[in-house]
C-alpha cells in the first residue's frame, strides 16, 4: 500500500496536575499505597528505536535445547500451553542503551496467549546482565495490541493511572523495533511486574506476586499448599494463579479462609485485615470508567507486600477496553461482552466481589468512587490531552506496513480505513462520560447467577437455578425461554414463562424430543424492562462463532406431543400419565367445582385439555368451569395475571379490555365432550395467534352454583 499523510495538528504534551476534592469516598488508611511520582517518566511521550540482532547458534530446538532456534522457530510458537518454548540469543541496542560491542546481551522470545495466533507477534526480551538494566527493568514486554485498533489503549490506560491515587500503575513506552534491519513497526512496551517491580518501588523483592489465570477469590483446591506454604502441584497452581514472586503462599491461603468463611465479620476480619478498601474502589471503578470488561478472574495481579497482611488488586492489560464493546470490528466480529461482565455484575463473579457489594452501603460506596475519580482524575480534558500527544507518534507508524494493513475495519480502501482510524481515535476522550452513564443505567440490574440443565421427570421437566441477587433488595422474578436455536430468534422460541417466582419451575413437556436452548433472564419489579440480567451460563454457536450468553444447550428424549389421533370422544384413556396437575378435595359440597387433575397437550395445529372434577360436571352449567389462556407469555397484556384468552364452558373468548374490566369477544365454540366426572377440549391453535406455548388456570366460579361455596382454582403451564 501507499503511505497516507493524514496528519492532524500536533498538540503540546501538557502536564497534568493533579485536582483533590473536598469531599471524598476515599478515608485515608495507614496500608494506602503511596508511589513516588518519580518512578514513571514524566516527559513528553516519544517514540524509541530498538535494534535487534539475532544470532544463531548451533545445536536442536528442541524443549530443553533451544540453542539452534531460529526466529522463525520463535514465530511459529502459537501454542501458549505446550512445553516448547523456543528461546533465542540476540543483541539488544536502543536510543537510551548504546550497543556494547556484544556478540548476544539478551535472549528474545514470544510472549502473549491467543495473540501467539496472529501474524503481527509480541516480544519479550530479557537482558544477560542483572546490573546493566535499561531504564532499570532488565525484561521488555513488547505488545503489538492488534486487538486494539487505535494502538494506544494500553499507554493511556496506565499513563492516567500514574495520576490516580490508591493504584499502582506500570510504565510504558512507545518503540519502533528492528529485527535484522526489518522493520517491525511499533509496538507498546509494558512494564513487567517483577523484581525490578518491586525493587524500584521500594519493597522487598521476595514480596508475593500473582498473576490471576482463572482466579475468583475462592478456596480454589488448585491453590492448595504444603506446610512451608510451597504449591502442592505447581502446575496446577498456576492454572489459577502463576507465581510470579513469592516463595511463601501462606498468608494468600490465610487470606482465603477468612475471605470464603460466610460466618466472619467481612468488614473487620476480612477487608480491613487482608485488604485496602481504597485500593479496591479505585481499582473497580478506573475498570468501569475505562471500559475494561475483561478482568472477571484475569488480567490482574495480586500483590502481598513481604511481612504484610495487606493483598493489593494491581492492574494489567487493558487493549479491551475504551470502547471496545461497542467498536464496529467487535460487534462484526461477535466480540460484544454480555452485560454480566459490565459495572459491579463483572466483580461479583467474585467471591471477594460478592462479599464486598452484599455489605451494608457496597453498592453505594462503589458509585461514589466512580463518580469521584470521573470527575477529578478521568475528565474529557484530560484524556484528550494525552491522546493528542501520543498521535503524532502512533498515526505515522500505523499508516504505514507491517501495521497498516492489520488494521481491521474492514473498509475498500486505504483512505477509508484512515478515515475510520482517525474518527475512532477522535472519540476515545468521550468513552469515560460513555461508560459512566452505562454505569448508571445498569447499577440496579439484579446481580449474575447460574442455571442447571433442565430435569425430565416422567413427562414433566423442572428448571432450578441459583438466585439473582438485587442489591437493593427489590423483589425478582425470572423469564424462561426454550428455543429451537441459540439465536432465540423470534420465530425459533418453542416455549416461554415470565415472571416466575422462586428458583424452581415445572412443567408438563408439551414439545418434540429433540435438541433444544434454555435463556434465563432475572428482572427487578421496579423497572423489570431496564433492570434485567442474564444468567451467567454462556453457550459458544460453531456455526455463527459467536457466544450466546445467558443459553444452555439441552436433549430431552420423550415426546411431549399428543398424537393427532386423539379423539374429543369422553374417555379419558387418551389422557393416561397427562394429567398431571393436581388439587386436593378441598371443596366438601356436592355438584359444584372441586378441581381435581388436569392436563394439556398440544399437537401442530390444536391445543387440547382435560380436567376432572370431583362429582359430575353438569353440561348445563359447564359455564361455571373456567379455563383462561394466556397465549403471549407476557404479564403486562390480557386480563388480570395476562390472560388473553377463556374457554368459559366450550366457548372460547377474546379478551379485549383494559386489564381489569369483564370485556370478553366471542370467538367459537370448541369441541368438547363431558362424561362423568370428566371433560376434554379441543382448540385450533389458530383462533388463539397460532401459540405454540401458553399458561392455563383453571378457574371455577362456585358462588353461581351454590352460596357460600367457595371458588377453588388450579394453575398450570
Known sequence: MKKKHIYRTTISFLALSLTTATATVFTPLPTDINESQSIYNQSPPNL????????????????????????????????????????????????????????????????GATSRLVDLKSYRIKLDSKKKLWRKQRKLQLNKHTGDLTRIKNKLSFDLMTTIPNLSSLRTQFIQMKIDNQNYGLFTHVENVGKEYLKNRGYDKDSNIYKAENFAFKKHPELQIDANGQPLDIKAFETILEQKRGKDSKKLWEMLNALNDPNNNFKTDVLDKYFNVNNILTWEAVNILMGNSDITTSNFYIFNPKGKDTFYILPWDYDQSWGYDWEETTIRNNYVPDKKYRGPHNFWATKLGQRFLSQPNGLNLLKEAVTEIKNNYLTEAKIKAFTDSYYPIVYPQISQNPDFDYLDFNKDTDEQTLTAYN?????????????????????????????????????????????????????????????????????????????????????????????????????????????????????????NDKIDYGVKEFTVDIDGVMPTTIQIDGQQNDWDGRLIFSD??????????????????????????????????PVDNLWAWHIFLNTDNNLQTGFDDGYDYMLEGGELWKYTGDGNSWRWQFIAQSNFQVNGNFAEFKVPKNLIGNSNSIEVFFYGSNKYLKAGTPSDYMIAN
Not at 62 to 74: E, F, H, K, P, R
Not at 495 to 506: A, E, L, R, V
Open 48 to 111: 524509541l528505536q530498538v535494534n535487534i540482532r539475532t544470532v544463531i547458534g548451533q545445536g536442536p530446538c528442541v524443549v530443553g535445547d533451544y540453542s539452534g532456534c531460529t526466529l522463525d522457530d520463535v514465530n511459529n510458537d502459537i501454542d501458549a500451553t505446550d512445553d516448547f518454548k523456543p528461546e533465542i540469543k540476540v543483541h539488544f541496542q536502543s536510543d537510551d542503551f548504546p550497543d556494547d560491542g556484544k556478540v548476544s546481551n539478551a535472549t528474545l522470545r514470544l510472549r
Open 423 to 543: 474518527q475512532l481515535y477522535s472519540q476515545i476522550a468521550t468513552t469515560v462520560e460513555t461508560n459512566y452513564q452505562k454505569f448508571l443505567v445498569d447499577l440496579n440490574s439484579p446481580m449474575p447467577f447460574r442455571f442447571d440443565r433442565p430435569k425430565i421427570i416422567g413427562k414433566t421437566i423442572m428448571f432450578e437455578w441459583d438466585k439473582s441477587v438485587d442489591l437493593q433488595g427489590d423483589s425478582v422474578t425470572y423469564d424462561l425461554e426454550i428455543s429451537t436455536s441459540p439465536s432465540f430468534a423470534q420465530n425459533t422460541i418453542a416455549y416461554n414463562k415470565k415472571g416466575i417466582h422462586g428458583t424452581t419451575f415445572t412443567t408438563q413437556w408439551m414439545l418434540p424430543k429433540g435438541k433444544y436452548y434454555l435463556r434465563m433472564t432475572s428482572r427487578d419489579n421496579v423497572n423489570p424492562i431496564q433492570n434485567w440480567q442474564y444468567a451467567t451460563n454462556e453457550y459458544y454457536d460453531v456455526q
Open 584 to 617: 386436593p378435595n378441598d371443596i366438601q359440597e356436592s355438584n359444584v367445582v372441586d378441581w381435581r387433575k388436569g392436563g394439556m397437550v398440544q399437537d401442530q395445529n390444536n391445543f387440547y385439555f382435560a380436567y376432572v372434577n370431583d362429582d359430575a360436571i
